[in-house]
């Protein structure tokens, strides 16, 4: 159907340009007065005059008012459009991050009903009403099949329907007060997923301007749909990445840990034995954490059961101390984060033949948990350092430095990669940055300062 044009504001414009020109009657009386003067009118002339100069002030005001709003409104009226659907998109991002269901719909129609001029919003997917707010909800209940035909046909022939009467929306409900409507598919991938309708009490309301709108907020929330989609595929692939990391062992940490265990037999059975029931808890603790995120507590105890291993391997050549403040201890962070990097310490940072001192440093600054590994070792020259976190180039238990990388930026974005500093000789240092949770946990942890 064709659409009225926003007449409201033609109308309000005019009235302006009619009441100015009855306050300046005084002025056209006195024009009425010169010009019967000029022409020599009797009194009889003077009211016939004043009157026809009135109907021409008043009809000079329309058409101003007209020129005014041609000119004027439309940009005016696309300003506030583009106002309220960006509003509206704040404010429904982060529900719709979650993709659609009837949590999401609900506060999503909720939002978009209180700042429309509409009686009612619905969302829908392609069956079943997600949510519904205003005039009509005794009937049109979320979590019910769809009632309206022109819903289904918006659906499936995935086009806008601009609805001007209560028969062509369809709904089979005697006293339904929604007499007209606005129905936009929702599109993901290209075809309809869903509607947001819009429903007025008259035909009338029916403007260009609330089509622009809903047509502008029914993309918006599209595009959010996809994006909540890619987000969640990227999470899939988070945690599949971490399954896959581990399930890894590295065979040389294997190696190394069952050679240093098969010594102990003859020389230490005792101490064997004891590191035999600790690997076997090592690997039981790599296959059950089941959690992506963990607090720093755990992750340190994890790096404490690795570390047993390889103190029992080198001995006295290896120390690890722990500065670690204690807020930050209940603080969460990814699982498997920090080991790599105290494993990539031990297994390149130790001279031949020389000690190695490595520090796992924690703390919060600002907004973010700050972590640190530090070693006095052999360090990086910087050629290697520049190829030290490209893609599959580390080789510590888990890809090293490189997974680790990957992961913070793939969870955090490009300014949470590990910045690394090496001087040959000297010494490494590699540091990164975990945005604080919501809602973040308070108590305090134990202190590991030792």
Same mark, same amino acid.
């Given at each position: 159907?064709?659409?009225?044009?926003?007449?409201?504001?033609?109308?309000?414009?005019?009235?302006?340009?009619?009441?100015?020109?009855?306050?300046?009657?005084?002025?056209?009386?006195?024009?009425?007065?010169?010009?019967?003067?000029?022409?020599?009118?009797?009194?009889?002339?003077?009211?016939?005059?004043?009157?026809?100069?009135?109907?021409?002030?008043?009809?000079?005001?329309?058409?101003?008012?007209?020129?005014?709003?041609?000119?004027?409104?439309?940009?005016?009226?696309?300003?506030?459009?583009?106002?309220?659907?960006?509003?509206?998109?704040?404010?429904?991002?982060?529900?719709?991050?979650?993709?659609?269901?009837?949590?999401?719909?609900?506060?999503?129609?909720?939002?978009?009903?209180?700042?429309?001029?509409?009686?009612?919003?619905?969302?829908?997917?392609?069956?079943?009403?997600?949510?519904?707010?205003?005039?009509?909800?005794?009937?049109?209940?979320?979590?019910?099949?769809?009632?309206?035909?022109?819903?289904?046909?918006?659906?499936?022939?995935?086009?806008?329907?601009?609805?001007?009467?209560?028969?062509?929306?369809?709904?089979?409900?005697?006293?339904?007060?929604?007499?007209?409507?606005?129905?936009?598919?929702?599109?993901?991938?290209?075809?309809?997923?869903?509607?947001?309708?819009?429903?007025?009490?008259?035909?009338?309301?029916?403007?260009?301007?609330?089509?622009?709108?809903?047509?502008?907020?029914?993309?918006?929330?599209?595009?959010?749909?996809? #994006?909540?989609?890619? *987000?969640?595929? $990227?999470?899939? /692939?988070?945690?599949?990445? @971490?399954? &896959? +990391?581990?399930? !890894?062992?590295?065979?040389?940490?294997?190696?190394?840990?069952?050679?240093?265990?098969?010594?102990?037999?003859?020389?230490?059975?005792?101490?064997?034995?004891?590191?035999?029931?600790?690997?076997?808890?090592?690997?039981?603790?790599?296959?059950?954490?089941?959690?992506?995120?963990?607090?720093?507590?755990?992750?340190?105890?994890?790096?404490?059961?690795?570390?047993?291993?390889?103190?029992?391997?080198?001995?006295?050549? #290896?120390?690890?101390? *722990?500065?670690? $403040?204690?807020? /930050?201890?209940?603080?969460? @962070?990814? &699982? +498997?984060?920090? !080991?790599?990097?105290?494993?990539?310490?031990?297994?390149?940072?130790?001279?031949?033949?020389?000690?190695?001192?490595?520090?796992?440093?924690?703390?919060?600054?600002?907004?973010?948990?700050?972590?640190?590994?530090?070693?006095?070792?052999?360090?990086?020259?910087?050629?290697?350092?520049?190829?030290?976190?490209?893609?599959?180039?580390?080789?510590?238990?888990?890809?090293?430095?490189?997974?680790?990388?990957?992961?913070?930026?793939?969870?955090?974005?490009?300014?949470?990669?590990? /910045?690394?500093?090496?001087?040959?000789?000297?010494?490494?240092?590699?540091?990164?940055?975990?945005?604080?949770?919501?809602?973040?946990?308070?108590?305090?942890?134990?202190?590991?300062?030792?």
């Amino acid at each position: 159907m064709a659409l009225p044009p926003d007449k409201e504001n033609f109308f309000s414009t005019g009235k302006i340009f009619i009441v100015l020109g009855l306050v300046l009657c005084p002025l056209w009386a006195f024009l009425v007065w010169a010009l019967g003067h000029l022409f020599g009118l009797t009194m009889r002339g003077y009211p016939a005059l004043f009157f026809l100069c009135l109907l021409a002030f008043a009809g000079v005001g329309l058409v101003l008012a007209a020129l005014y709003t041609l000119r004027g409104e439309p940009e005016h009226a696309k300003a506030l459009q583009s106002h309220l659907i960006l509003e509206i998109a704040n404010e429904t991002l982060p529900y719709l991050r979650k993709g659609l269901s009837f949590d999401s719909a609900s506060k999503v129609a909720r939002i978009i009903w209180e700042r429309a001029d509409a009686m009612a919003v619905a969302i829908t997917d392609v069956s079943t009403v997600l949510a519904f707010e205003g005039a009509g909800e005794d009937h049109h209940k979320a979590g019910k099949p769809i009632l309206t035909k022109a819903t289904k046909e918006a659906l499936e022939q995935n086009e806008l329907r601009v609805l001007g009467s209560k028969e062509e929306i369809g709904c089979p409900v005697v006293g339904c007060p929604l007499q007209a409507a606005i129905v936009v598919p929702l599109e993901f991938k290209g075809e309809a997923a869903g509607a947001l309708k819009f429903y007025y009490k008259d035909k009338h309301k029916l403007t260009e301007s609330r089509l622009a709108t809903a047509e502008g907020l029914a993309k918006l929330l599209s595009t959010q749909l996809e #994006l909540s989609e890619v *987000e969640r595929l $990227e999470t899939l /692939a988070c945690q599949a990445e @971490l399954k &896959a +990391l581990q399930a !890894q062992t590295n065979p040389h940490f294997l190696f190394n840990t069952l050679n240093t265990i098969a010594m102990l037999c003859r020389s230490d059975p005792k101490k064997a034995r004891g590191l035999l029931i600790q690997f076997a808890d090592f690997f039981r603790k790599s296959l059950e954490r089941g959690g992506e995120m963990v607090t720093l507590e755990e992750e340190l105890d994890y790096v404490d059961s690795y570390l047993v291993f390889e103190k029992a391997r080198f001995g006295g050549k #290896l120390q690890v101390i *722990e500065e670690i $403040e204690p807020s /930050a201890a209940k603080e969460r @962070l990814p &699982a +498997l984060i920090l !080991q790599p990097l105290v494993e990539n310490a031990v297994k390149h940072g130790l001279f031949e033949g020389g000690r190695l001192k490595i520090k796992i440093l924690a703390r919060i600054v600002d907004s973010e948990m700050v972590l640190a590994v530090e070693d006095d070792g052999v360090g990086f020259s910087s050629e290697d350092l520049s190829k030290a976190t490209e893609s599959r180039c580390g080789k510590g238990m888990g890809l090293g430095l490189s997974n680790v990388n990957e992961r913070l930026i793939g969870l955090y974005g490009e300014s949470h990669r590990l /910045a690394i500093t090496s001087v040959p000789g000297k010494g490494t240092k590699v540091t990164m940055q975990i945005p604080l949770s919501e809602g973040r946990n308070e108590v305090k942890g134990t202190d590991r300062r030792r």
